[in-house]
Structures are given as structure tokens and as C-alpha cells.
């Protein structure tokens, strides 16, 4: 676990890590890579070899997904964060993590994937949630480009319906109506903002403009977020407003409010 400048949580928690959705503004995979085992040039393949299982179709959809058992510290006593760059790895040796953290923390899981991306196993998902049941002094906020697997998980009986756990979506241009039970805690954050995002009903909204250097980054326009927090107020919903749109709205009109 690890203490973050993300506005909206306290720290964050990655039991899983990497991504095959190619965004291109995605700031976590720039991370990954930099710190990956081909990143850090690191001279021991054999070391890598013995900390990692492959587990095949008995634990993962697809081929480039990874298990490790323990951290992979090399023979040249460094560790390697992401010793397999951004593909979908699961970081078994951290699931017990949370439960060490005595002071309650609103956690954000799998800061740095996407634990609900359709090459996921059921599996990885159901021991990241035993894990969350075993350490209730937390809140959980999970995040998705994926929310349809959601409804997925409830359908199978997966899906964990409990106060301290939030399942949000992430929106850049288009918002979805999250058609699984409305007793789930959810949340939409649209980051960064692309263009006119029409929200549905939901309990929290998350907005954010994008950050970084990338040539065609988009700056939002002032009425996109007006039209967001317009509708959010009719449905009296909190806005959480993070703080890479002080420039286009400016300090005084920034809303940073939360459900609980």
C-alpha cells in the first residue's frame, strides 16, 4: 500500500497490475514500463524466471497474463515493480497487505489496471475481495473502462454488496447507465475529460482534465463541466472535482465533495 497525490483516495493498493485497453493518454503505463524489468535493464533472467508462474487456463484468460507468487528480488539485490512491463500481472504476495494497515484508509484498488478488464479471471477478482472482507476497517473505490462485467460478477454471485466498497466506471466522452442492482455503491469518474459527457444515475461523480505532455491533449471546456455539475445537482449527487481544472474553472469554483 502506498500513500498517493490522487485527490479523491488515501492510498492506493495493487494486487493486480497492467492493462490491454491502449489508451493513449494512460499515465500507467508510462510507470510500468519505466520501471519494468526491460526498464531497469536488470542482469538476471534466471532470477525472473524462478519467481513467476504462467498458470495457463486454470487461471488465466489470456496468454500474456502473468502470476507472481513472491516480489521478484534479483541477484543484484534490486526489486522490480513491474517486472513484466504493463501486461496483466497478479501480485499474489500483496493480497495480505491492507490487512497490516490499522488506520482505516479509503484505499483506490488497482491503481494501476484495470482488475475488471474482461482478460481477468473471476478468480484474481474473488481473492482481491476476500482480501478487502478481511481487512472492513477500509473503503474500497474500484474503477473500470469495463463497467458491463460488473453486472457479470453479480449475475455469477461475485460481486460484493457492502458499504465500504464503491465500484466506479471511468468516462471520457460517453457515460453508461449501470443496469446492475441499484443497492451497489457507484461511481463515475470522467478522466480526463474529453467532450459533453450526459451522466445517469449514479452516486458520486469524479472529474478531471487530462495531465501530462501528450501532442493532442485535450483541454476541457468550462460548459462541459457546468452541463456535468448541473445534472449531478439535480440528482443530488457529490462532485469531485480534481485539481487539474483549477485552471479552467478556477479555485473558487471548485467542488471537492464525497458520499460518506
Not at 166 to 186: E, I, P, V
Not at 200 to 217: C, P
Request: hydrophobic residues 35%; proline residues 6%; neutral net charge.
Amino acid at each position: 500500500m502506498k500513500k498517493t497525490k490522487i485527490e479523491w483516495c488515501d492510498s492506493t493498493w495493487n494486487p493486480v497490475t497492467g492493462c490491454l485497453h491502449g489508451c493513449e493518454y494512460c499515465y500507467a503505463r508510462r510507470i510500468a514500463n519505466r520501471f519494468s524489468y526491460e526498464g531497469q535493464t536488470l542482469d538476471a533472467p534466471q532470477e525472473l524466471q524462478r519467481v513467476w508462474l504462467r498458470d495457463g487456463k486454470n487461471d488465466a484468460r489470456h496468454a500474456s497474463t502473468h502470476v507472481l507468487r513472491y516480489p521478484v528480488d534479483l541477484i543484484s539485490g534490486r526489486t522490480c515493480p513491474y517486472p513484466f512491463g504493463f501486461a496483466p500481472t497478479f501480485h499474489r504476495y500483496r493480497l495480505d497487505g491492507i490487512q497490516r494497515w490499522q488506520k482505516p484508509q479509503t484505499i483506490f484498488v488497482c491503481s494501476m489496471a484495470d482488475l475488471f478488464g474482461e482478460w481477468v479471471p473471476d478468480e484474481w477478482i474473488e481473492e482481491v475481495f476476500a482480501a478487502c472482507e478481511k481487512a472492513p476497517q477500509h473503503r474500497y473505490l474500484f474503477l473500470t473502462k469495463n463497467p458491463f462485467r460488473y453486472e457479470q460478477l453479480h449475475q455469477k454471485g461475485i460481486l460484493r454488496k457492502s458499504e465500504n466498497m464503491w465500484y466506479g466506471y471511468s468516462a471520457t466522452k460517453d457515460s453508461y447507465d449501470l443496469w446492475f442492482d441499484r443497492q451497489y455503491n457507484c461511481f463515475v469518474s470522467i478522466e480526463p475529460l474529453l467532450g459533453e459527457v450526459e451522466i445517469t444515475d449514479t452516486h458520486w461523480v469524479i472529474v478531471g482534465a487530462e495531465t501530462g505532455n501528450r501532442k493532442d491533449k485535450v483541454v476541457p471546456q468550462k460548459e462541459w463541466i457546468e452541463s456535468i455539475c448541473r445534472t449531478a445537482d439535480e440528482m443530488n449527487v457529490p462532485v469531485f472535482m480534481k485539481n487539474s481544472l483549477i485552471p479552467v474553472v478556477g479555485e473558487e469554483n471548485m467542488r471537492r465533495e464525497f458520499p460518506w
